[in-house]
T-cell receptor
Framework: GESVGLHLPTLSVQEGDNSIINCAYSNSASDYFIWYKQESGKGPQFIIDIRSNMDKRQGQRVTVLLNKTVKHLSLQIAATQPGDSAVYFCAENNNFNKFYFGSGTKLNVKP | NAGVTQTPKFQVLKTGQSMTLQCAQDMNHEYMSWYRQDPGMGLRLIHYSVGAGITDQGEVPNGYNVSRSTTEDFPLRLLSAAPSQTSVYFC???????????????FGAGSRLTVL
């Protein structure tokens, strides 16, 4: 299968700071990537996606950066809030029908 | 519009028992899939379907069966449960069209299964 991994299993940040969550992927043929947020006891929720023809995409308080040269993906959250505390997953897709998920990074936001 | 609905939310089985996890979506999504989530691991694809009458295997299909008789429903069957199938199961669906935003998976709330 694919190899989608995360550099840091747990990230603790102070409320108001910016957060950066990283993800490495192994398949250079992957052309679509998604970040999901999963709160305790819930299913994953879509945050933002990016296609391989882009390097950067911005949403509301979130930015995804894609570096195809080193096969690296990152999620930046601006002005992190307590409600951002969750597990974040990256997922890659190179086959329309299959997504491969990383193991997740837990984000702890300290008040 | 309820999104993706999974039942039951919790289930305890004995080894060898069978059961079906139900998944229904009301978004007219063509694509539906089942994932399992184990501690410290990401979501792993079990089976998926690109439309009624069509199913295919994912990464970890052994021990599970699926069918897709309608667009709305995609049940996951465990024919003879094993302790290794203790996990949280998620059903997810998407429009299934390769255009921006149309391939994003919408997940259900999950079904926690324990096999003793």
């Amino acid at each position: 299968g694919e190899s989608v991994g995360l550099h840091l299993p747990t990230l603790s940040v102070q409320e108001g700071d910016n957060s950066i969550i990283n993800c490495a992927y192994s398949n250079s043929a992957s052309d679509y990537f998604i970040w999901y947020k999963q709160e305790s006891g819930k299913g994953p929720q879509f945050i933002i996606d990016i296609r391989s023809n882009m390097d950067k995409r911005q949403g509301q308080r979130v930015t995804v950066l894609l570096n195809k040269t080193v096969k690296h993906l990152s999620l930046q959250i601006a002005a992190t809030q307590p409600g951002d505390s969750a597990v974040y997953f990256c997922a890659e897709n190179n086959n329309f029908n299959k997504f491969y998920f990383g193991s997740g990074t837990k984000l702890n936001v300290k008040p | 519009n309820a999104g993706v609905t999974q039942t039951p939310k919790f289930q305890v089985l004995k080894t060898g028992q069978s059961m079906t996890l139900q998944c229904a979506q009301d978004m007219n999504h063509e694509y539906m899939s089942w994932y399992r989530q184990d501690p410290g691991m990401g979501l792993r694809l079990i089976h998926y379907s690109v439309g009624a009458g069509i199913t295919d295997q994912g990464e970890v299909p052994n021990g599970y069966n699926v069918s897709r008789s309608t667009t709305e429903d995609f049940p996951l069957r465990l024919l003879s449960a094993a302790p290794s199938q203790t996990s949280v199961y998620f059903c997810a669906s998407s429009l299934g069209r390769w255009s921006s935003g149309a391939n994003v998976l919408t997940f259900g709330a999950g079904s926690r299964l324990t096999v003793l």
